[in-house]
């Protein structure tokens, strides 16, 4: 099967772009789109990120076979009240959210009588709303479906089809494994960018403006990493609680040895782990998730 009409609900970054990538990549393929915010529906109106905006999510919905929600993870079972009203029986209804357990038990409270194949685009950037979108954003980037047990095959390689179609490398896997490896690979890291950089600014004894005028380049990386969308991940924190901790107490654990191996003055030690580490980039790139240029490939006037 093949969707022929695609609604998305949430038209910031990841939903804008969805609706740019279908337009550019699935032409065929008909696109509705909502937000809850009016201003975001009229400027998505200007930016043509969908083919219909409404201003009712379950008008948006209806004679779609796909859903997507660009939602905030605390925000899902709501939406989907909002639109259950207007959804056709056979519809998919998927999301983008990177806590996968607790979107799968919010969607299938919400809506028993509907397919659910969550999934999770694992792409952006530090921007947000519905000019920060575009239709390139997906181009070799993973997306995670992880498909309850029982789901419809069919549907479920339709929607792997439909993120392939937009340039999308995809691997299914089950809910809570994806928690655990985003845990440590996505929602740790930002949890310590948001840390050292709100450190950094209530430091007495450096002034919040030597702290923005000095930043080298690994401050300055966690800056853009800590400029992402605080209502986002604030949920991601909340619902994906007991793998976050637990790759916590690992990360503490490394630093607390770490921290003894600068007291101890052991450098065998450190450079071990920085190798390894460094590493680790290598392959990053090497897999073509990052650009081997020298600053990440920024472009400098």
């Not at 609706?19 to 915010?37: I, N, Q, W, Y």
């Not at 076979?65 to 899902?76: K, Q, R, S």
């Not at 052991?266 to 073509?288: K, N, P, Q, W, Y």
């Amino acid at each position: 099967m093949n969707f022929k009409k695609v609604a998305i609900i949430g038209l910031g970054l990841i939903g804008g772009s969805i609706g740019l990538a279908v337009r550019k990549e699935l032409p065929d393929c008909v696109t509705s789109g909502f937000d809850a915010d009016a201003k975001v529906r009229e400027r998505a109106r200007e930016l043509q990120l969908a083919d219909d905006i409404h201003d009712d999510p379950a008008e948006a919905v209806k004679g779609a076979d796909l859903v997507i929600l660009c939602v905030p993870v605390g925000a899902m079972a709501s939406v989907a009240a909002a639109i259950a009203p207007g959804l056709s029986p056979d519809c998919v209804i998927s999301d983008v959210g990177s806590s996968k357990r607790s979107i799968t038990d919010a969607l299938t409270k919400a809506l028993p009588d509907h397919t659910i194949i969550p999934a999770h685009p694992v792409a952006g950037t530090e921007h947000s709303g519905p000019d920060a979108g575009f239709a390139s954003l997906f181009h070799q980037r993973w997306c995670i479906i992880t498909p309850p047990q029982g789901a419809p095959e069919d549907k479920v390689h339709a929607l792997v089809d439909f993120w392939e179609g937009l340039g999308a490398m995809v691997e299914t896997m089950d809910a809570d494994h994806h928690d655990r490896v985003l845990a440590v690979t996505s929602h740790i890291p930002h949890l310590i960018a948001y840390t050292i950089v709100g450190t950094a600014s209530d430091l007495e004894e450096v002034t919040r403006s030597e702290v923005i005028k000095y930043s080298a380049g690994g401050f300055r990386d966690f800056t853009r990493i800590a400029a992402s969308d605080p209502t986002m991940w604030r949920d991601v924190f909340l619902n994906n609680k007991d793998a976050v901790l637990e790759m916590l107490d690992a990360f503490l654990t490394d630093l607390a040895l770490m921290r003894e191996a600068i007291k101890a003055g052991d450098g065998e030690m450190m450079h071990d782990t920085f190798s390894r580490t460094r590493a680790i980039r290598r392959s990053i790139v090497a897999l073509g998730q990052d650009d081997p240029r020298p600053d990440f490939g920024r472009e400098h006037d």
